[in-house]
């Protein structure tokens, strides 16, 4: 999988952006057959920096309905990715 296909976007939320400024810890959405692994090397070619320790979690979809139909929203997966104290995203 190509290292563009593997980190969608990051996540910029009011929780993400103190992250990152106090734990270095900052925040993305993956793709779902992403793993760790191939996150850590996605986000280190791509803001050049060093990765310490990568987190996921799967997000199931919300309930919605539009009238009398009824769906959900779409399933994703979050990492949280800790960079090495001398390393930074300016993204946030």
Known sequence: MDKYQV????????????????????PFQV????????????????????VLDVRTANRKGKPRRRGRTQGLTASWKKAVVVLHEDHHIDLF
């Open 31 to 50: 793709h779902r057959q992403a793993n760790k692994i191939e996150i850590k090397q996605a986000v280190e070619d791509i803001y050049n920096v060093k």
């Open 7 to 26: 980190i969608i976007r990051p996540l910029i939320t009011e929780k993400g952006t103190h992250q990152g400024q106090s734990l270095r810890a900052y």
